[in-house]
């Protein structure tokens, strides 16, 4: 079975072809061994030492972290997370969170006693007294907070690190953004291409079939930034469909500041997306499910691809600028 093909022009100086074979959406291998790099990542490292850029134990700074007995006190012993009201003990003093309470069947993971419905209140008073820095705060943010407010700013902490934008593997990895551009470029082996224009074409021998779905990820470097072209089959309703979009890499508010167009066409026709780019803090499924992108029906993409209609052979091209300048003067400097 002949595998597909993109041919990939990233750039106006120099044009790079390339072969890439379909992925299986559900099926891909998640890397075993990343590499190690500079930048931060939630993998553990085993070499003994302490790793500056690891946020997996973030305490916090040493000048306000409370002591470590506090810490143990309101850690559940049974998921190890931090408690919040209402924290449950035992007769005999072994407290637990209310989450686990379940998950125990009413029974102490200490000493085995019955819980039944006691309340540590005097444990929750000294949570509440406390004021802690972000867990992310070795990624930058300066934020302190009393010790129930933090668990909700830490879950939207502009600094907090992003998933893995890498689609189908289900991958685990964690990190800031240059540390996720090397784990796509070292793990993924994803093509890496400098410049905001580009023209892929998308080759596939039997646009009927999109069991497996196939699918392609590009990352482009330009305006100091990096974003992510997906394109992608997939089954919409009782057909299948082809999709392409582009993420950003970085929050949502920056996104905003730059926008793309995707065209795709042939034999006089053309289809044109104009958006703004999502975050990467959105999940590419969450982005394709929406909608968000240029949707090429397959009668449509058989239709741009001429012939016999028995083979896929599409044209995307697009390119991405910064919304303060004007799009129509197609200036672009790479970086």
């Given at each position: 079975m002949e595998s597909d093909?993109?041919?990939?022009?990233?750039?106006?100086?120099?044009?790079?072809?390339?072969?890439?074979?379909?992925?299986?959406?559900?099926?891909?291998?998640?890397?075993?061994?990343?590499?190690?790099?500079?930048?931060?990542?939630?993998?553990?490292?085993?070499?003994?030492?302490?790793?500056?850029?690891?946020?997996?134990?973030?305490?916090?700074?040493?000048?306000?972290?409370?002591?470590?007995?506090?810490?143990?006190?309101?850690?559940?012993?049974?998921?190890?997370?931090?408690?919040?009201?209402?924290?449950?003990?035992?007769?005999?003093?072994?407290?637990?969170?209310?989450?686990?309470?379940?998950?125990?069947?009413?029974?102490?993971?200490?000493?085995?006693?019955?819980?039944?419905?006691?309340?540590?209140?005097?444990?929750?008073?000294?949570?509440e007294s406390l004021e802690?820095?972000?867990?992310?705060?070795?990624?930058?943010?300066?934020?302190?907070?009393?010790?129930?407010?933090?668990?909700?700013?830490?879950?939207?902490?502009i600094y907090r690190p992003?998933?893995?934008?890498?689609?189908?593997?289900?991958?685990?990895?964690?990190?800031?953004?240059?540390?996720?551009?090397?784990?796509?470029?070292?793990?993924?082996?994803?093509?890496?291409?400098?410049?905001?224009?580009?023209?892929?074409?998308?080759?596939?021998?039997?646009?009927?079939?999109?069991?497996?779905?196939?699918?392609?990820?590009?990352?482009?470097?330009?305006?100091?930034?990096?974003?992510?072209?997906?394109?992608?089959?997939?089954?919409?309703?009782?057909?299948?469909?082809?999709?392409?979009?582009?993420?950003?890499?970085?929050?949502?508010?920056?996104?905003?500041?730059?926008?793309?167009?995707?065209?795709?066409?042939?034999?006089?026709?053309?289809?044109?997306?104009?958006?703004?780019?999502?975050?990467?803090?959105?999940?590419?499924?969450?982005?394709?499910?929406?909608?968000?992108?240029?949707?090429?029906?397959?009668?449509?993409?058989?239709?741009?691809?001429?012939?016999?209609?028995?083979?896929?052979?599409?044209?995307?091209?697009?390119?991405?600028?910064?919304?303060?300048?004007?799009?129509?003067?197609?200036?672009?400097?790479?970086?």
């Open positions: 093909s993109i041919e990939c022009v990233s750039s106006i100086d120099e044009i790079v072809d390339h072969e890439i074979p379909h992925h299986n959406l559900h099926h891909h291998p998640h890397p075993r061994h990343a590499p190690h790099h500079q930048f931060s990542s939630s993998k553990p490292h085993h070499n003994g030492t302490n790793n500056v850029n690891s946020i997996s134990n973030i305490v916090g700074p040493p000048a306000i972290a409370p002591a470590a007995s506090v810490h143990e006190l309101l850690e559940c012993p049974v998921c190890t997370n931090s408690m919040y009201p209402p924290i449950h003990q035992c007769h005999n003093g072994h407290t637990l969170c209310s989450t686990c309470k379940i998950r125990v069947h009413n029974r102490c993971p200490t000493c085995r006693q019955e819980l039944g419905d006691i309340r540590c209140l005097a444990l929750e008073k000294v949570a802690l820095p972000c867990k992310y705060y070795k990624l930058g943010c300066p934020e302190i907070f009393p010790y129930y407010s933090k668990l909700k700013h830490e879950g939207i902490c992003y998933n893995c934008p890498y689609a189908g593997s289900e991958c685990s990895v964690v990190g800031d953004i240059p540390f996720l551009v090397a784990h796509l470029r070292d793990d993924h082996k994803v093509d890496m291409h400098t410049g905001c224009t580009f023209n892929h074409r998308y080759v596939k021998s039997n646009p009927r079939e999109v069991e497996n779905a196939t699918w392609m990820l590009t990352v482009f470097h330009c305006f100091g930034q990096y974003f992510c072209l997906h394109f992608e089959a997939f089954q919409l309703g009782m057909a299948p469909v082809y999709m392409a979009f582009i993420r950003f890499m970085g929050d949502e508010t920056e996104a905003r500041n730059y926008s793309y167009s995707l065209e795709v066409g042939a034999n006089g026709r053309k289809l044109i997306w104009e958006g703004t780019p999502r975050s990467i803090r959105d999940s590419h499924r969450k982005v394709r499910d929406s909608h968000d992108g240029l949707i090429i029906q397959r009668n449509m993409a058989l239709f741009f691809s001429g012939g016999d209609r028995k083979e896929l052979k599409l044209r995307v091209t697009g390119r991405i600028w910064k919304e303060q300048q004007n799009p129509d003067a197609n200036i672009c400097i790479p970086n």
